[in-house]
């Protein structure tokens, strides 16, 4: 597996990088960038053991509303958002760092009318996504974050076969 070292910004994107829908495979108005890495099976893979990835939304647009077992991190790369982590919600902006804990549900919300970015690493191999349980969502929603999420905003996690 060849690995870029250097990725350069170019218009619209970074070079060489394709640009890709919120969920792989699928058209969707927020756009992904995997910049260096990707998933992996195992961490016998070739490969770097961590992704980085650049999300952009449009203005209006939201991530997806979910949990997972992995941490991540979040670091503002253009414009002003919201970030729902548990039950908390901060305006982020421009080199703000945001960590999500694992099982922590999180949403990044685009409220403003510009374009709205920021760099997401997380571990190559990693877990799926999940929706939040009715009674999560019901909690979440009775927050001060419940005025800011948008739990249909994006495309569900896709179902994945149970592992044998």
């Given amino acids: 597996m060849e690995q870029r070292r250097v990725v350069r910004r170019a218009d619209g994107g970074w070079e060489g990088v394709e640009r890709e829908g919120y969920v792989p495979g699928t058209q969707t108005p927020?756009?992904?960038?995997?910049?260096?890495?990707?998933?992996?099976?195992?961490?016998?893979?070739?490969?770097?053991?961590?992704?980085?990835?650049?999300?952009a939304l449009p203005p209006g647009t939201v991530t997806r509303l979910e949990k997972h077992e992995h941490e991540?991190?979040?670091?503002?790369?253009?414009?002003?958002?919201?970030?729902?982590?548990?039950?908390?919600?901060?305006?982020?902006r421009p080199h703000d760092v945001v960590y999500v804990g694992p099982w922590e549900p999180h949403q990044f919300v685009n409220r403003s009318a510009e374009q709205f970015g920021f760099f997401c690493i997380?571990?190559?191999?990693?877990?799926?996504?999940?929706?939040?349980s009715e009674d999560e969502l019901r909690c979440l929603m009775a927050?001060?974050?419940?005025?800011?999420?948008?739990?249909?905003g994006a495309p569900p996690p896709r179902a994945r076969e149970p592992a044998r």
């Fill in 30 to 55: 927020v756009v992904r960038h995997t910049l260096i890495g990707g998933r992996k099976e195992s961490n016998a893979d070739p490969g770097p053991s961590q992704e980085v990835r650049y999300f």
């Fill in 72 to 92: 991540h991190f979040v670091i503002v790369g253009e414009g002003k958002g919201y970030a729902i982590v548990g039950s908390d919600v901060r305006e982020i």
């Fill in 122 to 132: 997380v571990p190559a191999v990693r877990d799926f996504s999940q929706e939040l």
């Fill in 143 to 152: 927050t001060p974050a419940g005025a800011y999420a948008d739990p249909h």
